[in-house]
């Protein structure tokens, strides 16, 4: 970007984002201690983000590392074939003042991060990898001001790439497998679905009533789709507010997303875990179904409508790879509504879009 796009871009940033400065004034990078990794060893990258304006940044904490790894921050390759994020996917809610980490000018943070828990290492190979994340998730929940900042070439942050070889070894299932609260204590099944992580009576009666909900919800949005003509797709409100212009290709995706959500909660062994004490809703491993790990914010929720109970079990369901294989590229109504209009081939693999098509709130036809 040059100089003079680059302050006329700061001016817009002023205007949206009061005393933060944008991400394009962050510079990220990272490093590693060898370039040669045994199959015993871990994986582990510092990442360094610099503030290299005149003025503080605002960012949001779940895609810089300052509380552990939470979201796919790196992209990385063995032998050039993409390597997947396989940790845990949320459900949160709206990001608070707490949920940003602020640099002033000129400061420097680094986190050290275990990648081999957290992508799929099982293979010899030459691998790269890269911190990136986009101005969608960095600016989150107001994915129109970073497509307005996009347009300006500032785009999120991104660091040059780091390579090493690596010897293969088995892919452990990633953080699950290491002691997470809630890995098996006080099982207990009832009516064919599984609680583990000592669930109450009462938890386990709001997990049964959040999953009739679901089951509802998803049984819907599979008869909306699949029952709504060609003729008048292009004129589905409903459709349009979460997923974009109608679009043949697409219609069909997220149909048959619904179809697997539909088919998953109704015949597939479910699991719920209420050891989670994070501020989240609920969050799964995409590669181990069928189990979901329920938060502190789910209790709250409602059990049918907007953020509530029903839509979250659709929300994590739809995250497992042998099912919708959904991400979070934006949280909340109004990311999801504004995905839609920017961009429609993303928003048909967001999570909450699915979630919010699903609880239909208010009703749309």
Same mark, same amino acid.
């Given at each position: 970007m040059s100089k003079q796009n680059k302050l006329h871009a700061l001016a817009i940033a002023a205007a949206l984002f009061s005393t933060s400065a944008l991400a394009d004034g962050i510079h990220a990078s990272l490093s590693m201690s060898q370039q040669d990794y045994q199959a015993s060893d871990d994986v582990i990258v510092t990442v360094t983000l610099t503030n290299e304006e005149h003025v503080p940044v605002k960012l949001l904490k779940w895609y810089t590392a300052a509380d552990g790894v939470e979201e796919a921050l790196f992209k990385v390759t063995a032998d050039g074939e993409p390597r997947h994020y396989l940790g845990a996917h949320y459900k949160r809610p709206a990001p608070t003042k707490n949920d940003y980490v602020k640099l002033k000018a000129g400061e420097s943070v680094s986190y050290q991060v275990e990648l081999s828990s957290l992508y799929d290492m099982s293979q010899s190979a030459?691998?790269? #990898?890269?911190?990136?994340?986009? &101005?969608? @998730?960095?600016? *989150?929940?107001?994915? !129109? @001001? *970073?497509?307005?900042? *996009?347009?300006?070439? #500032?785009?999120g942050i991104k660091s040059d790439s780091v390579s090493f070889y690596l010897e293969g070894r088995e892919f452990k299932g990633g953080a699950a497998a290491k002691g997470k609260p809630g890995t098996g204590d006080g099982g207990t099944t009832v009516d064919g679905v599984s609680f583990t992580g000592r669930c109450s009576n009462s938890e386990q009666t709001a997990i049964l009533a959040g999953l009739d909900a679901a089951k509802a919800m998803a049984a819907n949005a599979k008869g909306y789709l699949q029952g709504t003509s060609t003729a008048n797709r292009s004129q589905s409100v409903r459709y349009n507010t979460w997923f974009g212009n109608y679009d043949a290709g697409r219609w069909d995706a997220v149909t048959s997303n619904f179809v697997n959500i539909d088919s998953t909660l109704n015949t597939q062994p479910l699991t719920f875990d209420c050891g989670c004490s994070k501020s989240y809703y609920a969050y799964v491993y995409p590669n181990q179904p069928y189990k979901i790990y329920m938060c502190n914010a =789910?209790?709250?929720?409602?059990?049918? !409508?907007?953020? &509530?109970?029903? !839509?979250? #079990? #659709?929300?994590?369901?739809?995250? =497992?790879d042998v099912v919708a294989g959904t991400d979070d590229i934006v949280y909340g109504q109004s990311g999801a509504k504004s995905l839609a209009i920017s961009d429609p081939s993303q928003a048909i693999q967001n999570a909450d879009s699915h979630e919010y098509f699903a609880e239909n709130t208010p009703n749309q036809n």
């Open positions: 030459n691998y790269e #990898i890269s911190y990136d994340v986009s &101005s969608m @998730q960095l600016f *989150a929940p107001n994915p !129109g @001001q *970073a497509k307005k900042l *996009a347009r300006l070439g #500032i785009d =789910f209790w709250s929720a409602p059990t049918t !409508g907007t953020d &509530s109970k029903g !839509g979250t #079990i #659709i929300h994590e369901t739809s995250h =497992f």
